[in-house]
């Protein structure tokens, strides 16, 4: 009797003058919570989570990864990425702060296989010249073994093959087809649904002289149709370098086995101005309907960062952007056999690919560069480090060492990578509604990923018609973000009669480990009546008060960065930035695409890491601190009729 008095009285207490004490008008009310049900996480119709994964990794069975030293091989590779400690080529132990969600290995399709059976000394290698010469160079070790790989990388790009070495290693060949079973069978064994998803797939590298035009291939199925194709590969007879012939391969092979596919362009910086033709393809062939159409069918996705430097854009391309000039790599292309021009780099980066999309949409119906943005590492370790603090390099030859930072990583005649200049970068967040390869793999088709150097933001942005401050009072803003918008990689939606200008709603979240944000920023590419092509980068949110100045720049964060310690502070930035903004200069004639750019207060490079953790000096040209950062695939406007 005496519980239900109790009740009694705390019902009443709640039912009475408490409850009073706040009643909600009708007009506060409106819009605040469109969610379906009481618990907003229930019936949600749309992604609610990000997943982090890699999309190109390389493990020992890529020739010039297991020439560098490296031992490791898948099991290793996916141990690692879900969160277990393994020991590197090196003999370091190494673990990743927080485990991947998931990830696709990507090693090179040809000659797949080809390292583990050079360690071996296997006839077919050594009875030749080149792989005798290999050999010998990988049994000697260090500077021998690193010179020995630069030189299979240099034959490769050339085409310069043994062509008894190519058949023994091509599609067809007992020892080619038997890896791929095992990379097909590694990928199944991994993969736990809900937990940990992994992909089928490979990188198709071609190579046009030294250019780099490589894609991954990731397929979106299980081993019962992987197990129907053998990877498309570049050397001939056996294959080919153009991008049209790889379209070809993955129209075969969804007409042949009922599944999907899909191509990642990568690591444009290195094309030497072949990646994102706008006249006429490497071939000489025009750039014409068949080929926007392909491409933009086919390559949904561009890999925006990763080791071998950043690809949003270029000081050159991008002179009023003050975050242009960001772990830039443009000594040449991937081999240093041709130094790099300014002619070059329009064809090159991301941001000059999108506004040329742009253009050939208008000319020939298509846009072929209508691409999300994504991370990876390139990393050739089995190891898929991108944090400044955990940084286990591109190759073996480059994992951590008093030395690494002071060696270069490649030169020629034509120009020099310094090993200080490699790049901790980078993941791939994908908005999805759970950790299959399906729900994955149809985010990164529908574009709705973004890209970081590194750390783990969390993003949203929105497109839309009418968005106001007030749908961001909410703590569960992807209901207006979905219900009145497109998200990142989709297309506004039509103009309502008397719509203005477009808005947008973006909000970041600090990686909760890392560092503070600095701002949020949108990137406008457009197309004017007469044809000429623009940017601006608007700054939209930002931390701690600072106005612009007359200039209409922003002052900086400020740094805390404490060298000597290789560590820095959060007393500057915000944890969370977000708005809702209008774009000022709109003009519905005219082609347009947006993307956000969040960017983190300064923090240590890598090197700054290894500084305190050797004992060595940094080299004098080194780059010490970076604000590491996030893009988000674009929205696009196209105008009515």
Same mark, same amino acid.
């Given at each position: 009797?005496?519980?239900?008095?109790?009740?009694?009285?705390?019902?009443?207490?709640?039912?009475?003058?408490?409850?009073?004490?706040?009643?909600?008008?009708?007009?506060?009310?409106?819009?605040?919570?469109?969610?379906?049900?009481?618990?907003?996480?229930?019936?949600? /119709?749309?992604?609610?989570?990000?997943?982090?994964?890699?999309?190109?990794?390389?493990?020992?069975?890529?020739?010039?990864?297991?020439?560098?030293?490296?031992?490791?091989?898948?099991?290793?590779?996916?141990?690692?990425? +879900?969160?277990?400690?393994? =020991?590197?080529?090196?003999?370091?132990?190494?673990?990743?702060?927080?485990?991947?969600?998931?990830?696709?290995?990507?090693?090179?399709?040809?000659?797949?296989?080809?390292?583990?059976?050079?360690?071996?000394?296997?006839?077919?290698?050594?009875?030749?010249?080149?792989?005798?010469?290999?050999?010998?160079?990988?049994?000697?070790?260090?500077?021998?073994?690193?010179?020995?790989?630069?030189?299979?990388i240099t034959t490769f790009a050339q085409a310069k093959l043994?062509?008894?070495?190519?058949?023994?290693?091509?599609?067809?060949?007992?020892?080619?087809?038997?890896?791929?079973?095992?990379?097909?069978?590694?990928?199944?064994?991994?993969?736990?649904?809900?937990?940990?998803?992994?992909?089928?797939?490979?990188?198709?590298?071609?190579?046009?002289?030294?250019?780099?035009?490589? +894609?991954?291939?990731?397929?979106?199925?299980?081993?019962?149709?992987? !197990?129907?194709?053998?990877?498309?590969?570049?050397? !001939? /007879?056996?294959?080919?370098?153009?991008?049209?012939?790889?379209?070809?391969?993955?129209?075969?092979?969804?007409?042949?086995?009922?599944?999907?596919?899909?191509?990642?362009?990568?690591?444009?910086?290195?094309?030497?101005?072949?990646?994102?033709?706008?006249?006429?393809?490497?071939?000489?062939?025009?750039?014409?309907?068949?080929?926007?159409?392909?491409?933009?069918?086919?390559?949904?996705?561009?890999?925006?960062?990763?080791?071998?430097?950043?690809?949003?854009?270029?000081?050159?391309?991008?002179?009023?952007?003050?975050?242009?000039?960001?772990? =830039?790599?443009?000594?040449?292309?991937?081999?240093?056999?041709?130094? *790099?021009?300014?002619?070059?780099?329009?064809?090159?980066?991301?941001?000059?690919?999108?506004?040329?999309?742009?253009?050939?949409?208008?000319?020939?119906?298509?846009?072929?560069?209508?691409?999300?943005?994504?991370?990876?590492?390139?990393?050739?370790?089995?190891?898929?480090?991108?944090?400044?603090?955990?940084?286990?390099?591109?190759?073996?030859?480059?994992?951590?060492?008093?030395?690494?930072?002071?060696?270069?990583?490649?030169?020629?005649? *034509?120009?020099?990578?310094?090993?200080?200049?490699?790049?901790?970068?980078?993941?791939?967040?994908?908005?999805?509604?759970?950790?299959?390869?399906?729900?994955?793999?149809?985010?990164?088709?529908?574009?709705?990923?973004?890209?970081?150097?590194?750390?783990?933001?969390?993003?949203?942005?929105?497109?839309?018609?009418?968005?106001?401050?007030?749908?961001?009072?909410?703590?569960?803003?992807?209901?207006?973000?979905?219900?009145?918008?497109?998200?990142?990689?989709?297309?506004? *939606?039509?103009?309502?009669?008397g719509a203005g200008a477009p808005t947008f709603m973006v909000?970041?979240?600090?990686?909760?480990?890392?560092?503070?944000?600095?701002?949020?920023?949108?990137?406008?590419?457009?197309? !004017?009546?007469?044809?000429?092509?623009?940017?601006?980068?608007?700054?939209?949110?930002?931390?701690?008060?600072?106005?612009?100045?007359?200039?209409?720049?922003?002052?900086?964060?400020?740094?805390?960065?404490?060298?000597?310690?290789?560590?820095?502070?959060?007393?500057?930035?915000?944890? !969370?930035?977000?708005?809702?903004?209008?774009?000022?200069?709109?003009?519905?004639?005219?082609?347009?695409?947006?993307?956000?750019?969040?960017?983190?207060?300064?923090?240590?490079?890598?090197?700054?890491?290894?500084?305190? +953790?050797?004992?060595?000096?940094?080299?004098?040209?080194?780059?010490?601190?970076?604000?590491?950062?996030?893009? =988000?695939?674009?929205?696009?406007?196209?105008?009515?009729?």
């Amino acid at each position: 009797m005496k519980y239900r008095i109790i009740a009694a009285l705390l019902i009443s207490a709640l039912s009475g003058p408490v409850a009073a004490q706040f009643v909600p008008s009708a007009e506060s009310l409106e819009g605040l919570y469109p969610g379906k049900t009481y618990s907003p996480y229930a019936k949600r /119709p749309f992604p609610s989570r990000v997943f982090w994964g890699e999309s190109h990794l390389h493990t020992a069975l890529s020739p010039d990864a297991g020439l560098f030293g490296n031992t490791l091989g898948l099991d290793e590779a996916y141990r690692f990425a +879900r969160g277990e400690e393994v =020991t590197s080529a090196t003999g370091l132990p190494v673990r990743l702060a927080r485990p991947l969600d998931w990830m696709a290995v990507a090693d090179h399709s040809d000659m797949m296989g080809f390292a583990p059976d050079l360690f071996g000394g296997a006839p077919a290698i050594v009875d030749t010249e080149q792989g005798r010469r290999w050999y010998e160079g990988l049994q000697e070790g260090g500077e021998a073994a690193s010179s020995a790989a630069l030189d299979l990388i240099t034959t490769f790009a050339q085409a310069k093959l043994d062509p008894n070495l190519l058949a023994a290693y091509s599609p067809g060949s007992s020892a080619y087809n038997a890896i791929w079973e095992d990379v097909i069978e590694a990928a199944e064994k991994y993969n736990d649904p809900g937990v940990f998803t992994t992909f089928i797939g490979y990188e198709w590298t071609s190579l046009v002289k030294g250019n780099n035009l490589h +894609r991954n291939v990731i397929l979106r199925d299980g081993s019962r149709r992987a !197990e129907q194709v053998l990877p498309m590969v570049t050397q !001939e /007879p056996f294959g080919s370098t153009d991008p049209l012939d790889l379209y070809a391969w993955l129209e075969n092979y969804e007409a042949k086995t009922g599944g999907r596919a899909l191509a990642i362009a990568h690591n444009g910086n290195l094309s030497n101005g072949l990646m994102f033709p706008i006249e006429a393809q490497y071939t000489g062939a025009a750039v014409d309907e068949n080929y926007v159409t392909l491409r933009n069918k086919w390559e949904p996705l561009y890999e925006v960062t990763q080791i071998k430097g950043d690809g949003e854009t270029h000081p050159v391309l991008s002179p009023a952007d003050e975050f242009a000039d960001f772990e =830039t790599w443009d000594a040449g292309n991937l081999d240093l056999s041709e130094a *790099k021009t300014d002619a070059m780099l329009p064809a090159e980066y991301a941001r000059e690919a999108l506004k040329q999309g742009l253009a050939l949409e208008e000319k020939l119906g298509t846009n072929p560069y209508k691409f999300g943005m994504v991370g990876s590492t390139d990393s050739h370790t089995s190891l898929a480090t991108a944090d400044e603090d955990n940084y286990f390099g591109k190759s073996t030859s480059a994992e951590p060492s008093p030395k690494r930072m002071s060696h270069a990583f490649a030169e020629t005649d *034509k120009g020099v990578f310094p090993g200080w200049s490699l790049s901790a970068s980078g993941y791939a967040g994908v908005w999805a509604t759970e950790n299959t390869r399906e729900a994955i793999w149809d985010a990164m088709a529908r574009k709705e990923v973004y890209a970081t150097t590194g750390p783990r933001m969390m993003v949203r942005f929105f497109g839309g018609w009418d968005f106001t401050e007030t749908d961001l009072r909410s703590r569960q803003p992807a209901f207006r973000g979905y219900g009145d918008g497109v998200p990142m990689g989709g297309d506004l *939606k039509p103009a309502p009669d008397g719509a203005g200008a477009p808005t947008f709603m973006v909000y970041a979240l600090r990686d909760p480990i890392g560092a503070n944000l600095d701002r949020i920023q949108i990137v406008k590419g457009w197309r !004017e009546a007469d044809g000429t092509l623009s940017e601006k980068v608007y700054d939209v949110a930002w931390s701690d008060g600072r106005e612009p100045g007359d200039d209409g720049k922003l002052p900086p964060v400020g740094n805390t960065v404490d060298l000597e310690a290789a560590s820095w502070t959060n007393t500057i930035g915000a944890a !969370e930035l977000g708005t809702v903004w209008t774009d000022p200069e709109f003009d519905p004639s005219q082609r347009a695409f947006y993307y956000a750019r969040v960017i983190e207060i300064p923090t240590p490079r890598w090197v700054v890491y290894d500084a305190v +953790r050797f004992g060595v000096e940094i080299p004098e040209d080194a780059t010490t601190t970076l604000q590491e950062r996030a893009y =988000t695939s674009p929205i696009w406007y196209t105008p009515a009729g």
